[in-house]
């Protein structure tokens, strides 16, 4: 083939007379390509700048709630913006966003041939660095005079109108269009409206340090906000504009110096037109993301966001009313509370403070996105992690004074050479410690000890994966982290720990978090639109038992008593509570199998309060709850599975913590059980023999035998020393079963000697009965133990149970699968829990 070809091309190469029409056509071809480029440049005319304010508002972008019909924001509502001429600018903030936008702005001819070429290349090479290309011309172009439907000849008549403006009129005029035309964030567009709404003053007026923020923002108004989340991004790019400037000779080394160890002051945010503002602006965040500040500036979206506004309403009132009884109980000023759909992973509320527009309080900042320490409401990840493993809610640890630190003894006492300050010994809100302490009750008392000894046994690594599989995304480099994350000692944010804990109310399936149901462009079409995306993260039956223990108003009752404001009468609520150090963080974080609910109270500057956990959280949840659960179905949890087959699981791992070598006797003969004892039967006794669980249990293999030398775990004499002196000081209190206790005879109750002995004596084999006769059964029973009761079975069909004394009847003609000879079995059962089976047959005449 490859041959052929180039023959080919030979022939062609030698005939001279088909080489020069085919150079002719291709010169031809140029010549009107050529023209008709020109024609389309020279069609094109440069529109009136004065026309944009009424396409501004025609195309502004407009986000709704679930419902599509209530309007939350409208971007260009109440737009602020004033004109100013070239003169009342101001050089710094001119300056500023030359050095930031366009540094050749004075010297180009309206585009950057260089850029416009890296810009080609890594768009259809995927070569280089890329990037926009855009001069401020170009933005002017874009901004003003173009439609936001990307394309080539878009973006050919945006090089054609940068170079026309900029031969038609000067540099200083353009400039001034388009410090008048910027976004600056929600409906502020323009500088001189920009400056008034930030700092207060005219542009002319602004300082080095001032002009810098501003330039900073159009980059990205929402993400660059004063009044959002991102205040650290917003003070690196003002760096980098004043290092920009000092770059190009804009200012000098001092005054760069200067302006960027000013301390700027930024005006309060005025309230506007907008309902939800810190979930409007997180999902205005997001589509800058994801479509680019222009297209939600100009591109006149209509967004349909999961948001349930009535909730929404709810939440606000009831986050304000707690936060503020909080302040004038507890010194806790603000709260935030997200809900989410677990089975859809919609966004139903959102509140980021107790009130966006209150200055005293940070209000705009966003504490549902912000990242905290999340206390004890980190540790059902651990125990998930455990239950994966193999662990049950009977396990039990020792809630005993233990030192984790391997450079310190096990009385916390640094060795030697080593510094007492990494010593580690945590204990309980209360100080007390209360011995064995089975998982169902560590976890639903929130008591620490356990969970770090937990979280030590199921592994950094494991747990970590646990969490972020279920939605904890700003953990980071697990290096960082040791055995106080179990108690909250890294970072989470509200809205993702709402969400891990939906995988626990769905029963193990993640649906990721989100706000948006769709978004649509000017013209109706669908760019983007909601779509389940499912996925198992964690198995049903881990999920249902963390849902078991989290659902135990018994188990937790010792902590927060039975009346607490974790319990709803009537209603399966899961819930946890979280408190960090100081009490600097109250959260409690609960669902139902229709919500996910998660509530932070405290300060944002992190200022401590006199109480944490559900004494300031609850209340704002308990009473949001109560509200949501009016307007959602009364679900309940379904039943974990919490069998465990003794033969097969560890008596330690089973909540046998007195030792971990068992025996089985009989209860009806007190001897050794056998194969032949039932299970109804057999009781289980474990040799008393007690030590940590690290002498029966190996981390590396929690199912497996017991390590051959304990010692080897670094933290095996630091947990086996406390519960030896605990042993010692309280064994008196409890029973004890030695070796002699095990019986050498074995079970003699149940043979196949004793079984029970049964006949059938009606329906007999010789009888032909009628279909609609009743028929009473009639049965004779001769084993060494009384008879207790009888299944009966016919056609291999259960029919029912009946207790002695046995009186039970039949007729044929109801039976579903009534043949015209069928077999009756009777499994017996007597009172010794011995069981046998008899079958027989009997006709039935059709």
Known sequence: MFSAMINIMKKILKNKHLMKNLALFFAGGFIILTGALIIFISTIRIPD?????????????????????????????????TNIPFEQMGSNIKNATVAIEDSEFYTHGGIRVTSIIRALLSKLFHVGIGGGGSTITQQLVKNTLLTQKVSYIRKIKEWVLA???????????????????????GNIYGIEAASKTYFNKDAQD???????????????????SPYGKNKDKLENRKN??????????????????????EVVTFQPQATGGIKAPHFIFFIKDYLENKYGADMVEQGGLKVTTTLNYDLQQKAEQIVKEGALQNEKDWNGSNAGLVAIDPKTGQILTMVGSRDYFDKNIDGNFNIATATRQPGSSFKPFIYATAFNKGFTPNSVLFDLPTEFQTTCDAYGKALPGHNQKDCYKPDDYDGKFRGPMTLRDALGQSINIPAVKLFYLVGLKDALKTAEDMGISTLGDSSRYGLTLVIGGGEVELLDITSAYGVFANEGIRNPATGILKVEDSTGKILEEFTPNPREVLPKNTALTISDVLSDNTARTPTFGAHSVLQIPGKDVAVKTGTTNSNKDAWT???????????????NDNKPMKKGGSAVAGPIWNKFLIEAMKILPDEKFEKPNLETDPHVVKPVIRGFWQGNENFFIDKISGKLATANTPKETKVEKVITNVHSILYWVDKKDIMGPPPTDPTNDSQF????????NWWAKNSANYP???????????????????????????PDTTTTYPANQKITLGLSSTGHFPLQKIDIFINDVYLGTSK???????????????????????????????????????NVSQ
């Open 240 to 261: 980098l504009v004043l290092s920009r400037m000092k770059d190009l000779k804009f200012i000098t080394v001092d005054e760069y110096n200067k302006a960027k160890s």
């Open 589 to 603: 974080v609960g669902y139902t199998p229709s919500i996910a609910v998660g509530v932070w109270a405290g300060n």
């Open 49 to 81: 700048f004065h026309s944009f304010e009424d396409r501004k508002v025609i195309n502004s972008t407009k986000i709704y709630d679930h419902t599509g019909e209530i309007l939350l924001y409208d971007i260009h509502q109440d737009v602020k913006r």
């Open 163 to 185: 170079i026309k403006i900029d031969r038609s009129m000067p540099k200083e005029k353009i400039l001034e269009y388009y410090l008048n035309e910027i976004p600056y964030g």
């Open 206 to 224: 602004l300082t080095l340090a001032e002009s810098a923020y501003l330039a900073s923002i159009p980059q990205s108004p929402t993400t660059l």
């Open 717 to 724: 004499s630091h947990w086996e020393i406390p519960v030896q």
């Open 736 to 762: 004890k079963i030695t070796l002699a206790d095990k019986p050498t005879a074995l079970d003699d109750a149940h043979t196949d000697a004793n079984k029970p002995v049964v006949a059938i004596t009606i």
């Open 804 to 842: 002695t004394p046995i009186n039970f009847s039949f007729t044929p003609s109801e039976l579903d699968n009534l043949k015209e000879t069928n077999e009756i079995k009777i499994i017996s059962y007597d009172t010794a829990y011995n069981s046998s089976e008899t079958t027989s047959t009997f």
